[in-house]
Nanobody, 128 residues
Framework: QEPLVESGGGSVQAGGSMNLTCVGS????????????LAWFRQSPGKEREGVAS????????YYSDSAKGRFAISRDNGKNTLYLHMLDLKPEDTGIYYC?????????????????WGLGTQVTVSS
C-alpha cells in the first residue's frame, strides 16, 4: 500500500490526449491531515523534475506550468480520494514520468519539489 498511486500513462502520438489518475490515502485526501496542495510533476529525459499542474485544497486555485497552460487540466474528487490530470494536444516534449505529489505546506511555491510526498510515477510517451 502506497500513499499515492498513479495510473493512466502509456504511449500516444502527438496531438493525442491522455488522462492520468492518482489515488491517495484518506490521510492525504480526506482527513484532518489533508495536504494543502496536490500537484502533478514530471521528469523528462535529461531534465530535472518539474511542476506541471497544481490545485490547492482551501482556495481551489489551480496553477499550471507555461508548457501545460491551455492544454492540461487538473481536478480532484475528494469523495474518491482521487486526483486527475486531463491532457490534450500532447507534444513529444511532454514525454516523461508523471508523478503525483502532496504537500502539507500552504506557503511554499506550488512548483517546488521540496518536502512533498510522492507516488511512484507513470510513464507518458508522446511520439512525433
Amino acid at each position: 500500500q502506497e500513499p499515492l498511486v498513479e495510473s493512466g500513462g502509456g504511449s500516444v502520438q502527438a496531438g493525442g490526449s491522455m488522462n492520468l489518475t492518482c489515488v491517495g490515502s484518506e490521510a492525504i485526501f480526506g482527513s484532518i491531515f489533508d495536504s494543502c496542495l496536490l500537484a502533478w510533476f514530471r521528469q523528462s529525459p535529461g531534465k530535472e523534475r518539474e511542476g506541471v499542474a497544481s490545485i490547492y485544497k482551501y482556495s481551489s486555485a489551480k496553477y499550471y506550468s507555461d508548457s501545460a497552460k491551455g492544454r492540461f487540466a487538473i481536478s480532484r474528487d475528494n469523495g474518491k480520494n482521487t486526483l486527475y490530470l486531463h491532457m490534450l494536444d500532447l507534444k513529444p516534449e511532454d514525454t516523461g514520468i508523471y508523478y503525483c505529489a502532496a504537500d502539507l505546506r500552504c506557503g511554499a511555491p506550488w512548483y517546488s519539489p521540496d518536502s512533498k510526498t510522492w507516488g511512484l510515477g507513470t510513464q507518458v510517451t508522446v511520439s512525433s
